[in-house]
T-cell receptor
């Protein structure tokens, strides 16, 4: 099994629908992140969580919400999906400390909003 | 706040040629620097990282990068490109303790590397 698992891998949804992307990890890391990737823009941070009781907005959190259900689970919700939320979404984890080890990434969820 | 700029969204080289992907960063405290690679339809994989110590770091698949503090750069190189190197490459920076972005990775825009036969 992968260290960081994202479900679903691909999803097509309609404008206005609520959708949840899920992430689970077996790394034992306390920190989890959600990024979105758009061509030419790299990866941009949506939300991050340094432990179960800690949730923080990233640079592009509008239109998104998250839930940290357990140390190993971090889900991202789009409350009312819109077409410009079409993107590739990545979950990542890291160990606590000074960030020197970088992140472990999931394989991504490709979301299309029509 | 930290930021990363990758010069060139697309780089094309011939097989066997030198690969040079450029990355410049800004950070208010000594940074940790990373290069990730993304192959088509896959997630991001760590190529190499600089935290402290030797400024020339070696990674997987023959890649290396040099941290130059005076130039705020962390360029990625490989002496001889292989067809399998075709991918998108991301430079990323994480601020250490004392930085406003402590423990968070900021990514560059990505550089797509194409390798011609």
């Amino acid at each position: 099994d992968a260290d960081v698992t994202q479900t679903p891998r691909n999803r097509i949804t309609k404008t206005g629908k609520r959708i949840m992307l899920e992430c689970s990890q077996t790394k034992g890391h306390d920190r989890m992140y959600w990024y979105r990737q758009d061509p030419g823009l790299g990866l941009r941070l949506i939300y991050y969580s340094f432990d179960v009781k800690d949730i923080n907005k990233g640079e592009i959190s509008d239109g998104y919400s998250v839930s940290r259900q357990a140390q190993a689970k971090f889900s991202l919700s789009l409350e009312s999906a819109i077409p410009n939320q079409t993107a590739l979404y990545f979950c990542a984890t890291s160990a606590g400390g000074q960030g020197r080890n970088g992140y472990t990434f999931g394989s991504g969820t490709r979301l299309t909003v029509v | 706040a930290q930021s990363v700029t990758q010069l060139g969204s697309h780089v094309s080289v011939s097989e066997g040629a030198l690969v040079l992907l450029r990355c410049n960063y800004s950070s208010s405290v000594p940074p940790y620097l990373f290069w990730y690679v993304q192959y088509p339809n896959q997630g991001l994989q760590l190529l190499l990282k600089y935290t402290t110590g030797a400024t020339l770091v070696k990674g997987i698949n023959g890649f290396e990068a040099e941290f130059k503090k005076s130039e705020t750069s962390f360029h990625l190189t490989k002496p001889s490109a292989h067809m399998s190197d075709a991918a998108e490459y991301f430079c990323a920076v994480s601020e250490g303790a004392g930085g406003t972005s402590y423990g968070k990775l900021t990514f560059g825009q990505g550089t797509i590397l194409t390798v011609h036969p």
